[in-house]
């Protein structure tokens, strides 16, 4: 049987009721999450422009945009996913490299408001959306990972297969409509060199791409039968040490969506184990900057690839700058939000102090990832101490994870934005997402000011 | 300077008052070329599909849809580009190996009605963008089309080019529409393994993809300024042994769209070598089929790579059958749009000759290839003798030209489903398209009939 097919009986076949209370109670966080980064982005200027390109499209008013008012389907999944992946504070998944958020939950979002769907349909999209795209991102990462963006191109069957689930696909429908996603799979890592605004565009296309492919596999639209593993499928293409066998391991029996982390930090994933190490030692200590001679990062070799930066240029730069985030978050014992400044950018005793972060693949580090995004951290003092340090687990990690109260306290300051009241009342809306009938109501513009 | 910018600064600074007569008389027919796919395509099964999702998605009436009526300039983007590449009779490009019509075209169109552009301003647009992708497929090919449907995937580059033209890009929003049009690049060959409908989807949506990256940069939305040769850029993730200097050899003083080719018969350009030569001798011998003993086709390997299938089980897939194309040409001493039917399909003799066709690669052939896509047959036949043929140009390349009365008659018989003085009066407006100030005049649909 396909890889596909196999899929797509899991995705038929899963049932609200099967999912356990706990993994009910996640989603939500997931989506709540999904929504506080959404809300922070959503007026910034890659996202203006898109949703701007969307008003003079037009389309059929049928889900709510995050900028207000409605839109198709299609707009709103590429608005609303490119929205939520600006202020790099979405969700990862480690072992697949996918910020699932960000294209499953608004490509599930638009279809089940528009097929006025409920929470519990919503939930269950999103559980099986995360399990199909984790399992392909594992089974690709890590090469794939060097030349592509999983989130888009792996994210692409996560929204296909979350659409096809609120849509009633049939097994063969869902089959075509993973096909079809796959073969629409796109997004290189390439635009990073110039901070380009495509990290936004992927998501967006990804969510968009998928609501695609399901609505077409609704009209029997025929898509390849082996997207995955034929021999020039989405394997071969585009992954040189593929694992097929990550793709049915345990399917139906785990809910690989438990393994999510969350992020603490407004930065690359790949920034957090530092920001961790030397926030906590720089509270701790009360650690004065100008106290410290050198700082030495030791991290996996992916890490280096994509945030190795001695110079930083704009605030987006700063946020894939390892050297920068760790000089950050020891100056300002904190890697939130509202640090990751202009002024905090060009601040000359960062600046100074990221001078002295020397970077490096520690091979140890490296051998773990991905199932550890891990880093060994040493601080020399002038005083000619040093202070060693090591995470296996950045913070929101599942091994190292962050309470529901965390992630709502995360919620309000992303969503400093918009009016509070409003804020309260999506957030309660998503934690009570079971008893939820109108999905419009988790957007903020859909509600009254209290 | 980066590729990019090369490629950006050509498409800024072409004038259609630099544009040679021959050439503007040429891409002329190649819109004619384009309309007589589109229309013969327009009321399958595929395209009604995307039809139908389209009209749910809904959009601001910009652009003419080949089906009828009007949408936003994406999904006439989306929608003219599927159409026109389903009865397998597009133009192709051979040493870039892609079909630009599909592509290029219904950007273009759909961009200059939306801005009330003319006819010369298309022809601008449309030789930008052949162009533009011509070049960029002949920089990776051949091994990308191992995996990648060179139409979709470089098209997508030539949509956005043509497509910045018209909406009067600078270099910098060129660079950043072609970076968001690489970042989109997507369309693998899998689904030819099903005969799946993804061969409609690919080009629809590399030309909806190159006007969305167009649109946003317009608005300044970034891309990566070295899409093409970064080091996680196109060339490295998607080929194996690209050719950089492809992109800038001659750049401005050539005009690649005169390279391009037109089919005559309706199936897979990799069967016309074999079905020029048989249906050739068929038709100067008058030649029996059960006079014949044997065939062997010796040709290039990618060639046996896309068509090497001994029994299709569908109109679709017996075009990418060599073997039944071939004993199809000898049977019926033609490979016209009419000759692919159900009922030749099951055809006793024409099955019974495809057995007696053997397909292998000529080495000789194989070293020519991509520049010719030839073949060496030898047809057996039952008294003893054997007649070997050889052709390096299949008709319609450019060194075995066709007329345009033949590609004026090929478009009376492919829009045989519309209204023939419609059809005339298409014809003869693409004919005098540097006259044309309103573009919706090219659409069947928006004519009275007479």
């Not at 970077?359 to 060693?388: C, F, I, R, S």
Request: proline share 3%; charged share 25%.
């Amino acid at each position: 049987m396909s890889l596909s097919k196999q899929l797509a009986e899991y995705v038929v076949s899963l049932k609200y009721d099967d999912i356990p209370e706990d993994v009910v109670e996640f989603t939500k966080l997931c989506i709540l999450d999904y929504f506080s980064s959404a809300i922070a982005g959503k007026d910034m200027p890659p996202i203006q422009k898109i949703e701007e390109m969307v008003e003079v499209l037009g389309g059929n008013e049928q889900a709510s945009l995050i900028n207000g008012g409605k839109s198709s389907v299609a707009n709103a999944a590429l608005l609303n996913g490119a929205s939520s992946h600006i202020v790099e504070q979405d969700d990862i998944h480690k072992s697949s490299i996918i910020h699932a958020a960000t294209v499953v939950i608004p490509a599930a979002l638009a279809v089940a408001e528009w097929k006025k769907l409920d929470g519990k349909d919503l939930i269950t999209a999103v559980v099986a959306g995360y399990e199909v795209c984790f399992r392909i991102g594992e089974a690709v990462s890590p090469s794939h990972y060097y030349y592509w963006h999983n989130t888009a191109t792996c994210g692409t069957f996560g929204s296909a297969a979350a659409v096809a689930k609120l849509l009633g696909l049939s097994v063969e429908q869902t089959v075509h409509a993973l096909g079809s996603a796959g073969t629409q799979a796109a997004g290189l890592w390439e635009f990073i060199e110039d901070g380009a605004m495509s990290k936004q565009l992927h998501p967006g296309k990804a969510a968009m791409n998928g609501v695609i492919a399901s609505m077409l596999a609704e009209k029997d639209f025929t898509g390849a039968s082996k997207i995955m593993e034929g021999r020039r499928g989405f394997f071969e293409a585009m992954s040189d040490d593929y694992d097929a066998a990550k793709i049915t391991e345990g399917l139906g029996h785990e809910f690989k969506i438990m393994e999510n982390s969350f992020k603490i930090h407004a930065s690359c994933r790949h920034t957090h184990h530092a920001m961790d190490l030397v926030s906590d030692l720089a509270k701790q200590q009360d650690l004065d900057p100008d106290a410290v001679d050198k700082v030495e990062v030791g991290t996996y070799q992916v890490a280096i690839n994509i945030t190795d930066d001695e110079d930083p240029q704009t605030i987006y730069q700063g946020k894939f700058s390892l050297q920068y985030c760790t000089a950050l978050a020891l100056v300002k014992q904190s890697g939130s939000l509202d640090t990751f400044t202009e002024e905090n950018l060009w601040d000359g005793t960062v600046r100074e102090l990221m001078q002295k972060v020397e970077v490096y693949v520690d091979d140890e580090v490296d051998a773990a990832y991905p199932e550890k995004w891990g880093a060994n951290v040493k601080v020399h003092l002038t005083n000619g101490e040093t202070v060693e340090l090591s995470t296996e687990y950045p913070k929101g990690d599942p091994e190292n994870n962050v309470s529901p109260d965390e992630l709502y306290e995360k919620f309000m300051v992303l969503s400093k934005g918009i009016d509070e009241s409003r804020a309260e009342e999506v957030a309660e809306n998503i934690m009570t997402l079971e008893d939820i009938s109108d999905l419009s109501m988790l957007f903020p513009h859909n509600m009254a000011v209290k």
